[in-house]
């Protein structure tokens, strides 16, 4: 069945460093692929997607290439900021009923 | 576009009560929406597929009877944990499938509703 594997966490970094969260899937068929970002005490707010090979998401500095031939999704920033602290979720859909598969979660903390 | 109103947003109360907590679609039509759990630092679990006008389909090892979902309109989808106890005390989030979009757009998610069962 569908999965969507994140790196564990948490990843703590210092600001403006550039970041880099990975995320791999196992999928039949052409999934679309997404990241959603969850800030404390929140719900989920997508923060980009990617509907077919080679699409490159991208939203507030972050991006992420739909890779096919690696199956990933790795989500990137080229200068975090304090406040991109939140939990990022990678995730899938490929079901006809929408439903969304989803990564574990990754906690990111940038330090001032 | 496409707003989803989940209310309460955080609910504390004594064991044996039921809750309910509503989904509302603010501006589109969902002829789908999803109930999740969260558990503190851990992802969402899928608890149930709730379609309009019909029987909402549990994921394996929820139980229907404690977690009563309704779905009576395009826009409203309600959740209640009944007689809840402390160990159903969690992050509940909505989201809602929006009938316009195409079948590759994401869910709309509600904000939660954080549940404490004293």
């Known amino acids: 069945g569908n999965s969507v594997t994140q790196m564990e966490g948490p990843v703590t970094l210092s600001e403006e460093a550039f970041l880099t969260i990975n995320c791999t899937y196992t999928?039949?068929?052409?999934?679309?692929l997404f990241w959603y970002v969850q800030y404390p005490g929140e719900g989920l707010q997508l923060l980009l997607k990617?509907?077919?090979a080679d699409d490159k998401g991208s939203n507030k500095g972050f991006e992420a290439t739909y890779r096919k031939e690696t199956t990933s999704f790795h989500l990137e920033k080229g200068s975090v900021q304090v406040s991109d602290s939140a939990v990022y979720f990678c995730?899938?859909?490929?079901?006809?009923?929408?439903?969304?598969?989803w990564g574990a979660g990754t906690k990111l903390i940038i330090k001032p | 576009g496409a707003v989803v109103s989940q209310h309460p947003s955080w609910v504390i109360c004594k064991s044996g009560t039921s809750v309910k907590i509503e989904c509302r679609s603010l501006?589109?039509?969902?002829?789908?929406m999803f109930w999740y759990r969260q558990f503190p630092k851990q992802s969402l679990m899928l608890m149930a597929t709730?379609?309009?006008?019909?029987?909402?389909?549990?994921e394996q090892g929820v139980e229907k009877d404690k977690f009563l979902i309704n779905h009576a309109s395009l826009t409203l989808s309600t959740l209640t944990v009944t007689s809840a106890h402390p160990e159903d005390s969690s992050f509940y989030i909505c989201?809602?499938?929006?009938?316009?979009?195409?079948?590759?757009?994401?869910?709309?998610f509600g904000d939660g509703t954080r549940l404490s069962i004293l």
């Open positions: 989201s809602a499938r929006d009938l316009g979009q195409y079948s590759n757009q994401p869910q709309h």
């Open positions: 501006d589109f039509q969902a002829t789908t």
């Open positions: 709730s379609n309009e006008g019909s029987k909402a389909t549990y």
């Open positions: 999928a039949t068929g052409y999934p679309s």
């Open positions: 990617a509907t077919k």
């Open positions: 995730a899938l859909s490929g079901d006809s009923n929408y439903q969304l598969i």
